[in-house]
């Protein structure tokens, strides 16, 4: 499987405030996703990245709020924009890499705003 | 109704215990599935594929039986280092996303 890495692994951030997360893999990747995983809940996805394309971002989350970047086959970055106490979440980026279309993970950017 | 549902527990067992979770998903167009284990303040990591015969890997066996859209996980001989969340994943045929269940956690006490 990919080596994933994110920067920061963790941040406290003010109300109205933005920040810029970012994912490496050590390969070439088709497809990366960003994820959010709220205090006490699962993984919800935000959007699906692809290098050289605009994200595709699902049902809840919009560009504005959340624009990704894609410059290359093995970065990307997510931003939370404007950011409220209710962004405070862990933000997980993953990629594909399996027979069966399972993924795997970086090891996440805990995010508390204030 | 949730793509995916699991039992949230916990689930307490004693050492050598053997324990099952399991996980119902909504979209009968599903096509893959997973259990996944996420320890505490951890990343998600992929436990095992479950395949449509059923299969095993060690102390852990998965089952799938698409005719009632559920999947199971049996951990036999529980060990301390079990214990984590679960969670039953699954990507429905078209997508790329994975669906995630909550999570069914796990504590195997000495």
């Known amino acids: 499987s990919a080596v994933i890495s994110q920067k920061p692994s963790r941040d406290i951030c003010q109300r109205g405030t933005s920040l810029t997360i970012q994912c490496q893999v050590d390969?070439?990747?088709?497809?990366m996703f960003w994820y959010r995983q709220q205090p006490g809940q699962s993984l919800t996805l935000i959007a699906t990245?692809?290098?050289?394309?605009?994200?595709?971002?699902e049902s809840g989350f919009v560009i504005d709020k959340f624009p990704i970047s894609r410059p290359n086959l093995t970065f990307s970055t997510l931003t939370v924009s404007n950011m409220s106490p209710e962004d405070s979440s862990i933000y997980l980026c993953?990629?594909?890499?399996?027979?069966?279309?399972?993924?795997?993970f970086g090891p996440g950017t805990r995010l508390t705003v204030t | 109704r949730k793509e995916v549902e699991q039992d949230p527990g916990p689930f307490n067992v004693p050492e050598g215990a053997t324990v099952a979770f399991n996980c119902t998903y909504s979209?009968?167009?599903?096509?893959?599935f997973f259990w996944y284990r996420q320890d505490c303040r951890k990343e998600p990591k992929l436990l095992m594929s479950?395949?449509?015969s059923g299969n095993e890997d060690g102390r852990f066996t998965a089952q799938l039986n698409r005719a009632s859209q559920y999947i199971s996980l049996l951990i036999r001989d529980s060990k301390l280092s079990d214990s984590a969340t679960y969670l039953c994943?699954?990507?429905?045929?078209?997508?790329?996303?994975?669906?995630f269940g909550t999570g069914t956690r796990l504590t195997v006490i000495p």
């Open positions: 993953s990629v594909e890499g399996g027979t069966y279309y399972e993924q795997y």
């Open positions: 390969s070439q990747v088709t497809m």
């Open positions: 990245a692809n290098q050289g394309s605009e994200a595709t971002y």
């Open positions: 979209n009968s167009a599903s096509q893959s």
């Open positions: 479950v395949y449509s």
């Open positions: 994943v699954v990507i429905r045929t078209g997508a790329n996303n994975l669906f």
